[in-house]
């Protein structure tokens, strides 16, 4: 069993989630299971990305709990376009989410802390269907609450649900073909780094726009979960982050 994490570039429309449902469907034949973690379609003022969803009222201001449930909406329907394409292109799948999924969290809405995981629901799902798809970004509390758990949040769930389904890794797919040394949108002299350790990893998500979240990285260090970040429009073989050296 593998965790794929596809984000917002990836599901912005439906010529980029055709690449996504290519990578599903390899990691079903190589992996048998495959639980897809995804983020909200688009970014920035794209309709569907969380911040359009929480620009829609001033009133957020006054309701957190409100806000976290408006900004959980942007990666369900992710969930459900993503879901209906799969079976359009004859990959059954069934998508969990809310209590479902099994993510307990609790603390601050806006920033929860993800407290337990109960992958039961999950794993009878896959004796059914190969593919999950679970919502990234969100948990539920002790009351039943959606809360969202901080930008980037759904990195870390696919990080946690990889550790508690005891997955063999975390795929991440993203629009460069792996860790790179530089920006290559400002070098051409960057190249992609084959191989890393979780600690030398996390000084190059100090930036403004991390290829994963630090918070996803932390968290896959302590749990020892091999990470793999490869391009979503290619099948090279992308960057390797493993948790400690050799």
Request: aromatic share 6%; hydrophobic share 40%; charged share 25%.
């Amino acid at each position: 069993m593998i965790v794929q994490k596809f984000g917002g570039v990836a599901m912005k429309d439906k010529q980029t989630r055709e690449k996504c449902i290519r990578h599903i469907a390899d990691g079903i034949r190589d992996h048998q299971n495959v639980v897809v973690v995804v983020s909200a379609i688009g970014r920035g003022s794209d309709p569907y990305s969380t911040d359009s969803l929480l620009r829609l009222t001033d009133a957020f201001n006054f309701s957190k709990a409100a806000s976290d449930l408006a900004a959980s909406c942007g990666e369900i329907i992710a969930s459900a376009v993503l879901s209906a394409e799969l079976i359009e292109a004859g990959i059954d799948n069934q998508v969990l989410h809310g209590i479902h999924a099994g993510i307990w969290t609790e603390g601050e809405f806006g920033d929860g802390i993800i407290t337990d995981i109960d992958p039961t629901m999950i794993i009878d799902g896959l004796k059914e269907s190969a593919c999950i798809i679970i919502p990234g970004f969100q948990g539920v509390n002790e009351r039943g609450q959606i809360m969202t758990i901080g930008r980037g949040g759904s990195d870390l769930t696919a990080v946690a649900l990889a550790a508690a389904l005891q997955a063999t890794h975390v795929e991440f797919f993203k629009d460069v073909p792996g860790v790179m040394t530089t920006d290559p949108k400002r070098s051409s002299e960057s190249k992609k780094i084959d191989r890393l350790t979780i600690p030398e990893l996390l000084p190059l998500l100090e930036e403004a726009r991390p290829i994963i979240q630090k918070r996803a990285a932390i968290y896959a260090h302590k749990k020892s979960m091999p990470l793999y970040i490869r391009g979503i429009d290619t099948i090279e073989k992308g960057t390797w982050i493993i948790p400690y050296s050799d």
